[in-house]
C-alpha cells in the first residue's frame, strides 16, 4: 500500500458507502488500534487499507458478499462478520439516535410555534 | 480505418457496476497513486493535500457512479485525469475564496496569482515554443481547463460552459462566454506567436 491509500481508506471511515465505516465504528467500541483490529480479523495490519477500500455490504447479499472479502484477504469470516455487524448495528443506532434528537427539536419547535 | 485498443480497465468497471464488493479497492489501488503523480506532474506548484483530495474525490465519485463512465468518449485513465483536475480546479477556487486573494476568472491579463499558477509539464511537450508555453503557464486554472479541453477537441459549448462554472445559465450566456474565452485565449497565442 501507500500514503495515499492510506490516507484514503482514512477518510471513507465516515462514509457508509465502504466497508470502513462499520470497521471503524466496531474498533472505537471495542477499543482497537490497526495492530488490534488486523489481529482480530486475521490479517496483517498492511492489509486493513485495502479491507477498508471495499465496498460496505449490501443488505440482502451481506454475507455472502463480505464471505468475499474474507475469502481474498484471508480474514476470519466469523470474526469479520461479527466485526461488520456491530459495526454496522452502532452505525444505525446512532442515526437513528440523532434522527430521533432531531425530530425532537422539531416536535418541541412546533409545540412553542402552536399556541394553546 | 483505426484500431480502438480495449480499455484495460473495462473488467474492472463491469466489477463495479456488478456490484463487486473487491471492485472499489481494486480500483482505488490501481488507480490512485498513478492519479495523485499525474496531477502533481501536471500541477507542480498545486498543494500537496489539494492534489490528493482532489484525486479521491475523483475516484470515490467513480467507485459509487460507475455508470456515469461512456467508454464510447474515452479510456478510464482519460476520464479519471480530466475528473480529478476540474476537482482540483474547484478545490483551489475554494480556498482561493478563502482567502479572498483571488479576483474571479474573468479572461483578464492580470498576472496569475503565483500560489494558483498551475504549469502542466506533462501536456507541455506539445508546444515547443517556450514563448507559447510562457502564455499557457500564465493561464489561470479555468483558463488551462479550457485551454485543455479545447485542445483534446471538446467543441460542445455547454461542456466548456461548465469550466466557467456556467452550467446553469441560459444557453445564449454561455454561447456568448464561451465564445469570448476561446477568442481571448487564442488571441493571446496568437499575440505571442506573431510577436517579436
Redesign the interface.
Known sequence: MSAALDHLAERVKSDPWFLAHPLAEYARSAGLDDVALAAKLGCAVADLTAVRLCRAPQPDTFRADLTVVAECFGLNLFSLLAAVQHGTGLARLREGTQAGADAGWQIAAQDRETPG | MTTTLPDPDAGLVERLCA???????DF??AH??AL?EQLRRSYPTAHEHAL?EA??DA??AF??NPQAFDPARGTVAGYLRMAAKADLINIQKKEARHHRDRTGADCVEDAPDPRNELVDEADGPSFADHGLAAVIAGFTDVERLFFDLMRDGEKRTQVLAVVLGLADAAPAEQTTQVKKMRDCLIKRLQRRRDGP
Open positions: 456490484g463487486d464488493p473487491l471492485a472499489a479497492s482505488c489501488v490512485l497513486n495523485v490528493s484525486a479521491e475516484l470515490l467507485v459509487k
